[in-house]
């Protein structure tokens, strides 16, 4: 099945991508970085071309959790060639500045960088170009709204109180730019131990189900905390190519999102 439009084609290395899609939330550490990649290797598991974009310039992830660590090459014309693993089109900040190197930038260049990252990186043909998106509410995202014509945005949040009402500010500065929220994952939701099999909601459970329905937003899914995802992003490899719970988490969340996106193509 062909993937749905919803980014106008344009001029330049996004002229062949059909959907933009921003992985957000204002709060940090609630796990969007880990949502990317195991969402882009899901979503290339099932036949999409994908890509994959570190637009978190301060704190990079993606390197680490994909495993990858050398430079992109650079074209003639000076277009940087994506790196690729699992099938997914890779680029970020870590690539280029270097292992453990900080990067000290003022917001200008934040939003220069993500520009470049966006118009000079050869993307080619992809169905989904995933962004995964610093936290807060600054200069990347507010970017990112202005120069690219994002098909949407998937909120990831925690279910604890103080992670939702960020949450809920950036839902609120993606509705003032006009971009659509297409759906919202609870990640960290619960435990099971493994030693007593018994279910312990460590930071409550059910807030993003619940603000999802206040806000009348679709509701992607539950992901608990399971070690073998906190174990695939520290050896740099997805948890969705491993054999174990978490995959068929990331494949439901990944089917609605095609299917949020296919729904939006429609009524456009």
């Not at 993937?3 to 940090?28: D, F, H, Q, Y």
């Not at 900040?93 to 260049?109: M, S």
């Not at 994952?185 to 435990?191: C, D, G, H, K």
């Not at 520290?234 to 439901?252: M, N, Q």
Request: glycine share 12%.
């Amino acid at each position: 099945m062909e993937a749905p439009r919803t980014t106008p084609v344009v001029e330049g290395p996004l002229a062949e991508v059909r959907n933009v899609v921003a992985i957000a939330s204002a709060k940090g550490g609630v796990g969007k970085s880990t949502l990317s990649v195991n969402l882009a290797v899901s979503l290339a598991g099932q036949g999409a071309r994908v890509g994959l974009l570190d637009a978190d310039i301060y704190g990079p992830s993606i390197p680490l959790m994909m495993g990858l660590r050398q430079q992109p090459e650079t074209g003639p014309e000076g277009m940087m060639h994506p790196l690729y693993k699992d099938g997914v089109a890779l680029m970020s900040i870590g690539f280029i500045a270097g292992e453990d190197a900080p990067v000290v930038w003022r917001g200008p260049l934040l939003a220069q960088a993500l520009q470049q990252f966006l118009h000079q990186v050869e993307w080619g043909a992809l169905d989904y170009l995933l962004i995964d998106l610093p936290p807060g509410t600054g200069d990347v995202p507010l970017t990112l709204s202005q120069v690219v014509a994002l098909s949407g945005v998937l909120i990831v949040t925690t279910p604890q109180s103080v992670a939702l009402e960020d949450v809920e500010r950036g839902i609120a500065m993606f509705s003032k730019v006009e971009v659509d929220i297409l759906g919202v994952v609870e990640n960290m939701s619960y435990y099971i131990c493994s030693k007593c099999g018994e279910r312990h909601e460590i930071f409550a459970h059910g807030g993003g189900r619940e603000a999802a329905t206040r806000l009348e937003l679709p509701f992607f899914g539950e992901i608990p905390l399971l070690p073998e995802i906190r174990k695939s992003g520290d050896e740099g490899l997805s948890a969705v190519v491993r054999e174990g719970e978490a995959g068929p988490l990331f494949d439901e969340i990944g089917r609605r999102l095609v299917a949020e996106l296919q729904r939006l193509a429609e009524e456009g």
